[in-house]
């Protein structure tokens, strides 16, 4: 059974959260937490929270999927974590001589599956 999250349209580049990603990709769910809670970085912040929301989408007695079943977080693996690029904001910055540079603002899409240790 896989349960799912994603934060859309996350206000980071998809490049600053891919490797984070690529770390807990096939961890169990209470281990990728512990990873990324020692990260410095922003990305990992919003990653964890994704995971936290997936977690919350697996023990949610009211969700359908878990009719009658018992989950424990701790035999739930990251199955997949994936992290594309979403719209840009775009700015132009004026430089020298008339001519005008491109800043893109960029956003993501994070989206994180947890599956039970039996069905992977």
């Known amino acids: 059974m ?3 999250a994603s934060h859309r349209y996350a206000r980071i580049s998809a490049r600053k959260v891919r490797p984070l ?6 961890k169990f769910a209470d281990e990728a937490l512990d990873i990324l809670r020692y990260q410095p970085h922003r990305g990992a912040r ?3 929270k994704v995971i936290r929301s997936a977690l919350g989408n697996a023990q949610d007695p009211e969700n359908p999927q878990n009719r009658g079943k018992n989950l424990d977080a701790e035999r ?3 199955a997949s ?3 594309d690029g979403g719209p840009m904001f775009k700015r132009i910055r004026p430089r020298a001589r008339g001519m005008a540079f491109m800043i893109k603002r960029r956003m993501s899409h994070i989206h994180v599956t947890l599956e ?3 069905t992977v």
């Open 116 to 118: 039970d240790m039996d």
């Open 46 to 48: 919003m990653l964890e």
């Open 21 to 26: 990603a690529d770390m807990i990709r096939g």
């Open 2 to 4: 896989a349960y799912q």
């Open 76 to 78: 739930l693996i990251v």
């Open 81 to 83: 974590a994936t992290v």
